[in-house]
């Protein structure tokens, strides 16, 4: 019995050896295949907020993905009620954010107005961006690393098929449903609104210079720019909002091209000197250059956040389907173009904090 009791035990105890040691081969083979510190997934996920929903809306699943900075949070909250008032369908917000700002985001969306709607809360890891962004560090405060949540849609929506991007400075005026079936031709990642032929464009940026070329983001004088012969006039076009197919994106691996061309910015400084826009702009016009399709110019109504979003009519401003405050004047700061507007789905920050932030906005602003 005795020796029974024996030979069991040594069986037992090799296989949890064995187990163990396939475990740290798989582990090590892991390590060993992809050299980034981050392992496979660069974003990292805190427990989602609960989703919640109410109301009967549709079987489609929208997927919108939104960046919530905490100086920047009431924006977010404001794009994201305007686009659950304006539709019945199945909306469901990834909101991207850092770790310090999520019990500020989480409390803000029990607020009344928004405590039907479902969201997802995902934490980015800014590590994911070293070596790909050259930062001044005396303008280190002014560096956003969110703005690059964008670069990697897969990451953060990994069932979805398809997903929405819109920057937190918009407000959507119909339904998002149908900016979500855009259509895509084939082979396509992603469609943007083209800055050349836009009717925002048509409107504000006439005489603008480069501000809408790819000379005015990339330089031209660097000899790898030139070896893509990528025609300098060719028309940009705006990040801030666009429909992506996370199938072909995928299939394509543009975020490792994204990054690619981020990391080669930093030893070559490829972007113009001039840039005429976000640093998130020049690698995107480099990898969907000629390879991206278009959504209809109201759904990216842009400018309202210079000097040239005062040219627009009030009727057009009504009759835009997504107003869009890029530019140095935001909706928040009240100096904007259209405030008013935004103001509409604004919800009151319930701790106070971004009440204080809009008036030092402000205040800047005035001077």
Same mark, same amino acid.
């Given at each position: 019995?005795?020796?029974?009791?024996?030979?069991?035990?040594?069986?037992?105890?090799?296989?949890?050896?064995?187990?163990?040691?396939?475990?740290?081969?798989?582990?090590?083979?892991?390590?060993?295949?992809?050299?980034?510190?981050?392992?496979?997934?660069?974003?990292?996920?805190?427990?989602?907020?609960?989703?919640?929903?109410?109301?009967?809306?549709?079987?489609?699943?929208?997927?919108?993905?939104?960046?919530?900075?905490?100086?920047?949070?009431?924006?977010?909250?404001?794009?994201?009620?305007?686009?659950?008032?304006?539709?019945?369908?199945?909306?469901?917000?990834?909101?991207?954010?850092?770790?310090?700002?999520?019990?500020?985001?989480?409390?803000?969306?029990?607020?009344?107005?928004?405590?039907?709607?479902?969201?997802?809360?995902?934490?980015?890891?800014?590590?994911?961006?070293?070596?790909?962004?050259?930062?001044?560090?005396?303008?280190?405060?002014?560096?956003?690393?969110?703005?690059?949540?964008?670069?990697?849609?897969?990451?953060?929506?990994?069932?979805?098929?398809?997903?929405?991007?819109?920057?937190?400075?918009?407000?959507?005026?119909?339904?998002?449903?149908?900016?979500?079936?855009?259509?895509?031709?084939?082979?396509?990642?992603?469609?943007?609104?083209?800055?050349?032929?836009?009717?925002?464009?048509?409107?504000?940026?006439?005489?603008?210079?480069?501000?809408?070329?790819?000379?005015?983001?990339?330089?031209?004088?660097?000899?790898?720019?030139?070896?893509?012969?990528?025609?300098?006039?060719?028309? %940009?076009?705006?990040?801030?909002?666009?429909?992506?197919?996370?199938?072909?994106?995928?299939?394509?691996?543009?975020?490792?091209?994204?990054?690619?061309?981020?990391?080669?910015?930093?030893?070559?400084?490829?972007?113009?000197?001039?840039?005429?826009?976000?640093?998130?702009?020049?690698?995107?016009?480099?990898?969907?250059?000629?390879?991206?399709?278009?959504?209809?110019?109201?759904?990216?109504?842009?400018?309202?956040?210079? %000097?040239?979003?005062?040219?627009?009519?009030?009727?057009?401003?009504?009759?835009?389907?997504?107003?869009?405050?890029?530019?140095?004047?935001?909706?928040?700061?009240?100096?904007? %173009?259209?405030?008013?507007?935004?103001?509409?789905?604004?919800?009151?920050?319930?701790?106070?904090?971004?009440?204080?932030?809009?008036?030092?906005?402000?205040?800047?602003?005035?001077?």
């Amino acid at each position: 019995v005795n020796i029974s009791i024996l030979i069991v035990a040594v069986i037992i105890f090799l296989l949890v050896i064995h187990h163990n040691f396939l475990s740290l081969s798989d582990f090590l083979r892991r390590e060993l295949s992809d050299p980034s510190p981050l392992g496979l997934q660069p974003i990292d996920f805190i427990p989602a907020a609960p989703q919640r929903l109410t109301e009967e809306r549709g079987d489609q699943e929208i997927s919108v993905v939104i960046a919530a900075s905490d100086e920047r949070l009431g924006g977010a909250i404001a794009a994201m009620n305007s686009i659950y008032q304006h539709t019945r369908s199945n909306v469901v917000f990834h909101i991207v954010t850092l770790n310090d700002t999520v019990d500020h985001l989480r409390m803000w969306l029990r607020s009344p107005p928004l405590k039907n709607m479902r969201y997802q809360i995902l934490d980015f890891d800014p590590r994911v961006l070293e070596g790909k962004v050259q930062v001044d560090p005396q303008k280190a405060d002014t560096f956003k690393p969110l703005t690059f949540a964008r670069f990697y849609l897969p990451n953060l929506v990994p069932h979805a098929e398809k997903v929405i991007y819109v920057d937190d400075d918009v407000i959507v005026q119909d339904d998002i449903v149908e900016l979500y079936n855009t259509p895509l031709k084939p082979g396509h990642a992603a469609a943007f609104s083209d800055d050349c032929d836009s009717t925002s464009s048509k409107v504000a940026v006439r005489g603008a210079g480069n501000q809408y070329n790819y000379i005015g983001f990339l330089d031209y004088k660097k000899e790898t720019i030139r070896k893509l012969a990528m025609k300098a006039n060719t028309c %940009s076009f705006n990040p801030g909002v666009f429909v992506a197919n996370l199938t072909e994106w995928k299939l394509q691996n543009i975020t490792k091209q994204l990054e690619k061309w981020m990391a080669l910015n930093v030893v070559e400084e490829l972007y113009s000197k001039t840039l005429a826009g976000s640093i998130t702009t020049p690698p995107l016009l480099i990898v969907f250059y000629k390879q991206h399709s278009s959504i209809d110019p109201m759904w990216n109504v842009r400018h309202l956040g210079s %000097s040239a979003g005062k040219r627009y009519s009030p009727q057009f401003v009504e009759a835009a389907k997504l107003l869009h405050w890029n530019g140095h004047f935001k909706p928040w700061g009240r100096t904007a %173009s259209y405030a008013e507007v935004w103001e509409k789905w604004y919800v009151p920050d319930p701790t106070g904090k971004f009440n204080l932030i809009r008036r030092h906005l402000e205040a800047y602003e005035a001077k």
